[in-house]
């Protein structure tokens, strides 16, 4: 989460010590959807958002987003990593979680506002971190088989 503040300890964008790394062959980030007067707003603020991410009326903030993710309308995604391909439903909303490659996170679903259910749910570290992954939600891919 470091990454996102204004002078992060390692800094991607310093020139005198490169990051390299192999981005995917899709489009840029795009962020879609300006509709003020009902909240429906594609944005990002205070983050990094990885290629190919469409941000279609939703909005994320202080979060960290891989290549290809998705979050669609009136979703809210808050001091979350995204892994590649995740998805976010629309109206969901996620607070202090890491997303595993690939989750279908559910339109409506929300996760880190109520302790006790996230507990029952998913994995949650001391410091009140929820991890959540395909299993969570009945999703499998190809890593699973």
């Known amino acids: 989460m470091d ?24 489009g840029p980030c795009k962020f879609v959807f300006s509709d003020d007067s009902d909240g429906r707003m594609g944005l990002a603020l205070d983050s990094i958002v990885g290629a190919g991410t469409i941000v279609s009326g939703g909005q994320i903030e202080r979060s960290v987003c891989s ?14 990593v995204l892994f590649p391909r995740v998805e976010i439903g629309r109206g969901a909303r996620l607070r202090r979680c890491i997303v595993d490659k690939g989750v279908r996170v559910p339109a409506g679903e929300v996760i880190g506002e109520d302790p006790l259910r996230d507990r029952e749910r998913f994995a949650v570290s001391e410091g009140g971190v929820i991890v959540v992954a395909r299993e969570h939600f009945g999703q499998r891919d190809e890593f699973d088989i």
């Open 3 to 26: 990454l996102v503040s204004v002078e992060p300890r390692l800094n991607l964008y310093n020139e005198k010590w490169l990051i390299r790394g192999a981005q995917p062959g899709v």
């Open 67 to 80: 290549h290809q993710v998705r979050v669609h309308s009136y979703a809210e995604v808050e001091e979350c």
